[in-house]
């Protein structure tokens, strides 16, 4: 099965989740933020650098439990808008 490209709009969304979660992390440190959210450090890296723009519903759950973020404050701030 081949995966539609995605937009620049859903790339962009996918940076600012990035920024997001790393911005909540704070000083912890990658390998503990993933450890208690039950994702690899590397899943975790490349949501914040935006090389996974869209990653699974639950592991975006899993990982603002384990940062204090609300979903609904995340889908807000993350929505797609024009490039």
Request: aromatic share 2%; net charge positive; glycine share 8%.
């Amino acid at each position: 099965m081949v995966r539609t490209p995605l937009t620049p709009e859903e790339r962009k969304r996918g940076e600012r989740l990035g920024l997001l979660l790393r911005e909540a992390r704070g000083d912890r440190s990658m390998a503990e933020v993933a450890a208690r959210a039950g994702v690899s450090a590397e899943t975790l890296r490349k949501i914040e650098t935006g090389r996974a723009p869209t990653p699974a519903f639950f592991t975006v759950a899993a990982l603002a439990g384990v940062l204090g973020l609300s979903m609904d404050d995340l889908a807000a701030r993350c929505a797609l808008v024009p490039v």
